[in-house]
């Protein structure tokens, strides 16, 4: 995983251990408007210090220490002299390279308990000699390593919260960072604090500012080109790209069939009229519904849908460079992607985030199994050979609403929710067809007006019909029905890693039922997804 540029502010590394929680460590960090930076746990120790952090955390991890393969940390991280706190498996790692001793318990504790401060840390002040923390391990520390000592204890293990302050060294066997362990964002305030001697100098404005010199430092007077879909993620890079570049930059709406209903009008109002921003509209509706017909495994759409964008972005590049004065017919050779470019526009421009990152690629030989192939970092820029910006890589979703709220965006678009690339494909299960999409396009808009009416659209994270392969028999008007199922889809969540199915009052899924069965041709039953993720994703494909 590339590193961002290092920031002129204060900063915490998060090395990534494969725990389902190191995400939420770096999004507990940003919330102390400390900037946080995730990176792989077989980073070099030269690596930091030339990355300059202000302390390190040590993320937890399914493996023990003792398995084969384990992941494992650079030693000489431990005596950089620069302040760490080790979570869980950080913990372990902490103590069975200082010299201390890690035994497999026999059992594995998970879930609450009761953290007794027994001497005292900087870790706890102002905590009391209490505090409710949140457990998930199955290894324990059994003995100190030399200039440890113990600051306090659960009911099973004496060494819960352990330190060495001479150099800086602290561990937590519970994970602070969950919302079970209800004070554990104070325990991070202390270390980032106190411990770290952090600053709170991290903000939108600060990372629109930063981010506006790095694309400026990147692009030079180049063109940079990019896809816009009319979702949050692409919508606030166009922003923030033109806010750095101006009329450099230039977008393209590809219009794939498979999109929301007035999706395309939507898209052409907000950044033609409202922003002036270069677009160009390229309706391809047909020849990607040409190439899906008969298509019914999930990843084959995918990929199927990503390999014909890339073409058609292409393509659309070229006539870019035709329609453009400044280049010339002369250029227009250089377009070719076996010369290593396309004239002008050397840059594509991505509206990747974390999140889209960590589930599409196994990071630095993290052992996270890649679960969706559809997010922008699947491989776009190698087959093109453009030079990637990625301006807003490093934050997630919540924090992208911030920025478009900052950069002037409408809330209709910034608080939209999100969208799959692949669109209504992946909401469609089984073949694509005109006939299907229209069920899907119907019933999908009248959740949305509902839950705009009803004041829930901006109170979930994202909420959606899907249409299923099933049909099932039912009656309308006295007469036998054997038609389709449509199952609506609503979770809250706070950047799509974890998510949760919404407890809406019954007479809305009522309302949202009756609608669908009444008003959508071809549908005569709606079922509610009450699935939280893990284990099931939020999309259904």
Same mark, same amino acid.
């Given at each position: 995983?590339?590193?961002?540029?290092?920031?002129?502010?204060?900063?915490?590394?998060?090395?990534?251990?494969?725990?389902? =929680?190191?995400? +939420? #460590?770096?999004?507990?960090?940003?919330?102390?408007? $400390?900037?946080?930076? #995730? $990176?792989?746990?077989?980073? !070099?120790?030269?690596?930091?210090?030339?990355? @300059?952090? @202000?302390?390190? #955390?040590?993320?937890?991890?399914?493996? !023990?220490?003792?398995?084969?393969?384990?992941?494992?940390?650079?030693?000489?991280?431990?005596?950089?002299?620069?302040?760490?706190?080790?979570?869980? =498996?950080?913990?372990? %790692?902490?103590?069975?390279h200082l010299g201390g001793q890690v035994e497999f318990s026999g059992r594995r504790e998970f879930g609450a308990g009761i953290l007794q401060i027994t001497d005292g840390s900087q870790l706890f002040d102002g905590l009391g000699s209490q505090l409710d923390v949140w457990n998930s391990h199955g290894d324990e520390v059994t003995a100190l390593p030399q200039g440890f000592r113990a600051a306090a204890r659960t009911e099973s293990s004496h060494f819960a919260a352990v330190e060495?302050?001479?150099?800086?060294? =602290?561990g937590l066997q519970f994970h602070p960072e969950v919302a079970h362990t209800p004070r554990g964002k104070e325990i991070l305030q202390n270390f980032v604090y106190h411990i770290c001697h952090c600053a709170m100098d991290w903000t939108m404005g600060s990372f629109t500012e930063e981010a506006c010199d790095r694309i400026q430092q990147q692009v030079g007077d180049a063109k940079v080109v990019l896809g816009l879909s009319g979702g949050v993620d692409s919508s606030v890079t166009a922003a923030l790209l033109h806010k750095a570049i101006g009329d450099q930059l230039t977008c393209i709406f590809v219009n794939n069939g498979l999109l929301r209903s007035r999706e395309e009008e939507m898209v052409q109002r907000v950044f033609e009229e409202n922003f002036h921003i270069r677009l160009k509209y390229v309706d391809a509706s047909e020849r990607f519904l040409s190439r899906l017909r008969g298509i019914t495994d999930p990843e084959q759409k995918r990929k199927i849908i990503g390999n014909e964008f890339i073409e058609v972005f292409q393509h659309a590049t070229e006539e870019l460079l035709a329609e453009d004065p400044e280049n010339g017919s002369d250029k227009l050779a250089a377009a070719s992607p076996s010369r290593g470019g396309h004239g002008g526009y050397r840059f594509l421009a991505q509206g990747t985030l974390y999140p889209d990152v960590i589930e599409s690629v196994a990071i630095g030989g993290n052992p996270a199994h890649v679960i969706k192939s559809h997010h922008n970092v699947g491989g776009l820029p190698e087959k093109m050979h453009f030079e990637?910006?990625?301006? +807003?890589?490093?934050?997630?979703?919540?924090?992208?609403?911030?920025?478009?709220?900052?950069?002037?965006?409408?809330?209709?678009?910034?608080?939209?929710?999100?969208?799959?690339?692949?669109?209504?494909?992946?909401? #469609?299960?089984?073949? +694509?067809?005109?006939?299907? %999409?229209?069920?899907?396009?119907?019933?999908?808009?009248? $959740?949305?007006?509902?839950?705009?009416? !009803?004041?829930?659209?901006?109170?979930?994270w994202q909420s959606?019909? +899907?249409?299923?392969?099933?049909?099932? $028999?039912?009656?309308?008007?006295?007469?036998?029905?054997?038609? @389709?199922?449509?199952?609506?889809?609503?979770?809250?969540?706070?950047?799509?890693?974890?998510a949760d199915w919404v407890r809406l009052p019954y007479e809305l899924l009522a309302r949202i039922s009756t609608r669908i069965s009444n008003e959508v041709k071809g549908v005569n039953r709606v079922c509610y997804d009450i699935s939280s993720k893990p284990p099931s994703t939020i999309e259904w494909e």
């Open positions: 995983m590339k590193t961002a540029a290092p920031p002129k502010h204060s900063k915490i590394l998060i090395l990534d251990f494969g725990s389902q =929680y190191t995400q +939420v #460590i770096a999004r507990r960090i940003r919330e102390l408007q $400390v900037y946080s930076e #995730i $990176v792989p746990f077989d980073i !070099s120790a030269a690596e930091v210090s030339k990355l @300059n952090p @202000n302390g390190i #955390i040590l993320s937890g991890g399914p493996a !023990s220490v003792y398995d084969k393969g384990a992941p494992q940390i650079d030693p000489k991280i431990f005596s950089s002299g620069i302040p760490i706190l080790g979570i869980c =498996y950080g913990l372990m %790692l902490m103590a069975h060495d302050a001479t150099r800086k060294l =602290y990637l910006v990625e301006p +807003v890589r490093q934050l997630f979703k919540d924090e992208v609403r911030q920025l478009g709220l900052q950069l002037g965006l409408p809330k209709e678009i910034v608080h939209r929710q999100p969208f799959p690339g692949p669109g209504l494909a992946v909401r #469609i299960l089984g073949e +694509v067809t005109t006939e299907r %999409l229209a069920i899907l396009r119907e019933a999908d808009t009248i $959740v949305t007006s509902e839950m705009e009416s !009803s004041d829930w659209y901006y109170r979930v959606f019909a +899907v249409l299923l392969p099933v049909r099932s $028999v039912g009656v309308m008007g006295d007469q036998r029905t054997y038609e @389709n199922t449509i199952v609506v889809r609503i979770v809250e969540s706070q950047d799509g890693m974890t």
